[in-house]
């Protein structure tokens, strides 16, 4: 139903954005375009580059006085940067007696952990400067614009999207479950936690990893609420929501593990603690527990829908980490440019977005529509369909 595709590199002069399929009537201004991106800037252990990057965004096609048209949208996140770097990113040829500077020199010494090393080995580069532009995680800028639009259109169906950071490095907030009414300050909090003494001891773990020049991964987790039961299915593996979502979150870079619900926790358990026994309240099928993580048989089931995303940490490590100089095929230390030392808290708004792309895409394979009236229509009729013994309670 929705496809979305990004283009640009890190340093090149500007990220696009499509996406496809969205219905019409879906209100995306620029304001709200820009407060995602925001978020996606910002975050304790951010490096000197988020300082300074604007992300000039504009809608370029698809949106008419402020609501979508139906039609494909398109968006521009301008690098205000560009002018640096227009020498050594230009689309043009460029004779190379005429560059200067370092940023000129080719990058013969690949970063480990990156995909420095196999992306040259795969398109046939002699230097890693083609590989980091468009493997770099700039381009989830995109993605987070993308995001903030169909979290527009889910709004409209009373589906809400939050994350939150569950861990950076070896402090853990553990088993934290945050409730809708605890959301709104989440953006306040330096790292995006729920609990001011985690928070604490976060920010105290990123600023002892600067110290020793190193950088530090975590786990986000993301939660819908407000989703209706019996989004995805069980017919066919692909088709399956809780593989949908675990896909998205592994596209991100630097990703590394995914979990549902209480994932790994689940299989340390016997079978009579891991499941969701239900009970009737108010007339209604409710889940005791959402050990499942609100997705049964690949389906949604009407509770809050919780995923988790654990991110390793960043390969671009000021420590220098050893490495081949493929120019001259000695060893070496890696290349370093200007990164983080952590980018948890920003890594789960992508996440957030991720996840709002792959329900909102679910979601209008279930009910369609080609204005968000007509996927109101369809959804409260087939809610209403729902047998009386049958009908559930949706957690919003």
């Known amino acids: ?7 640009g590199e890190s340093h090149g002069p500007e990220l696009t954005a499509v996406l496809e399929g969205l219905p019409a009537g879906v209100p995306v201004t620029t304001e709200a375009l820009n407060i995602s991106l925001a978020r996606r800037r910002f975050g304790y252990g951010r490096g000197a580059r988020m300082k300074i990057e604007q992300d000039q965004l504009r809608i370029t096609g698809g949106v008419r006085h402020g609501l979508s048209m139906g039609g494909p949208i398109s968006i521009v996140i301008e690098n205000t940067e560009w002018d640096k770097w227009i020498e ?6 460029v004779d190379s007696s005429t560059l200067t500077g ?40 995109a993605r987070v614009a993308l995001g903030s639009i169909v979290e ?27 409730k809708p009414t605890d959301v709104v300050d989440l953006d306040e909090d330096p790292v995006r936690a729920f609990d001011t003494k985690l928070s604490q001891a976060m920010v105290e773990e990123i600023d002892q990893a600067h110290k020793d020049g190193d950088t530090l991964g975590g786990v986000v987790e993301v939660l819908v609420y407000g989703m209706p039961p019996g989004v995805g299915s069980y017919v066919h593996w692909d088709r399956r929501l809780d593989g949908r979502l675990a896909g998205a979150l592994m596209s991100i870079q630097a990703i590394k593990g995914v979990a549902v619900g209480d994932g790994f926790e689940s299989a340390t358990r ?53 490495t081949i100089d493929v120019a001259t095929g000695e060893e070496s ?25 792959t329900i909102a895409d679910a979601v209008l394979e279930k009910f369609g529509g080609d204005s968000v009236a007509e996927t109101k229509r369809n959804l409260a009729s087939y809610l209403e369909s729902i047998p009386a013994n049958l009908k559930s309670k949706i957690v919003s």
Request: proline content about 6%.
């Open 270 to 322: 016997r079978g009579s603690e891991a499941h969701d026994e239900m009970q009737l309240t108010d007339g209604l099928v409710a889940r005791i527990t959402d050990r499942a993580g609100g997705i049964e048989g690949g389906m949604s089931n009407g509770e809050i829908i919780r995923v988790r995303a654990a991110m390793k940490p960043i390969s671009t490590v000021p420590r220098a980490l050893k």
């Open 152 to 178: 527009s259109f889910l709004a409209e169906l009373g589906i809400s999207v939050v994350t939150h950071t569950v861990s950076i490095g070896k402090i853990s907030g553990g088993d934290l479950l945050p």
């Open 333 to 357: 230390t890696a290349h370093h440019q200007r990164s983080d030392v952590c980018a948890v808290p920003a890594a789960g708004v992508v996440a957030q977005a991720m996840v709002s792309l």
């Open 102 to 141: 370092a940023r000129a020199e080719p990058l013969t010494r690949p970063r480990p952990g990156h995909a420095d090393f196999t992306g040259m080995q795969k398109y046939g580069f002699i230097e890693s400067r083609p590989v980091l532009e468009r493997a770099s995680a700039r381009e989830t800028a």
């Open 1 to 7: 139903m929705l496809r979305w595709l990004t283009a």
């Open 88 to 93: 050594i990113m230009s689309p043009d040829p």
